[in-house]
């Protein structure tokens, strides 16, 4: 099995550009989450996904950030414009409908200077 | 608010101890717990969870202990190895509102518990 697929791996940025980040997950898996990790907070939901509806985004730090999912195959979390505050590790993950386990991804390193 | 946390950030131990991992939960009403390990430059990977209704649960050189009295879950590490070093992480499992089928949604994570294991 290939896991959840998450592209850039590793970025750094500019502050004031858009960061795209991208995931694939587990085919067949039916909710996907985005997380956000840093030393100071840890590990942070931002969104969740069900059958590519977003159901909880109370995580999302503000109206830079934005998440879409427009099929099941693919999301995307976008910064706009991003801040070095913004500078963390964004991990995806995927959940299968009848499963219990999350499966994360080997996440996207984001540095903004 | 409701959080989940570790009583210590760092374990060292050496190779063949057993080691012990704790973790404080403080929603009474979660239902279900996990452990993930962190390697350096990877994302969480999954160790193994445990319902509400058990107290105890077994895995390959692993056992989840869950204490609902007290709110504390543990994991127990047996002949610890130097692959065992990373970062583990307790985490609860909530249920939102309106999940559209799914039971399972959010989970809250620790803090993070850093194990070393020295040869």
């Known amino acids: 099995d290939a896991g959840v697929i998450q592209s850039p791996r590793h970025e750094v940025t500019e502050m004031g550009q858009e960061v795209t980040l991208r995931c694939k997950p587990i085919s067949g898996h039916n909710s996907l989450f985005w997380y956000r990790q840093t030393m100071m907070r840890g590990l942070e939901l931002l969104i969740y996904f069900n059958n590519n509806v977003p159901i909880d985004d109370s995580g999302m730090p503000e109206d830079r950030f934005s998440a879409k999912m427009p099929n099941a195959s693919f999301s995307t979390l976008k910064i706009q414009p991003s801040e070095p505050r913004d500078s963390a590790v964004y991990f995806c993950a995927s959940l299968q409908r009848s499963g219990n386990t999350i499966y994360f991804g080997e996440g996207s390193w984001l540095t903004v200077v | 608010g409701e959080s989940v946390g570790l009583h210590l950030p760092t374990l060292s131990v050496q190779e063949g101890d057993n080691s012990i991992i704790n973790c404080a939960y403080s929603?009474?009403?979660?239902?279900?717990f996990i452990w993930y390990k962190q390697e350096s430059g990877k994302g969480p990977q999954f160790i193994i969870d445990?319902?509400?209704?058990?107290d105890k649960r077994q895995g390959q050189r692993v056992t989840v202990l869950l204490n609902k009295t007290v709110k504390h879950l543990s994991l127990q590490i047996a002949a610890t190895q130097p692959g065992d070093s990373a970062v583990y992480f307790c985490a609860e499992n909530s249920h939102p509102a309106n999940a559209g089928g799914t039971s399972y949604g959010k989970l809250t994570f620790g803090q993070g518990t850093i194990l070393t294991v020295h040869p």
């Open positions: 445990i319902r509400s209704n058990m």
């Open positions: 929603n009474s009403a979660s239902d279900y």
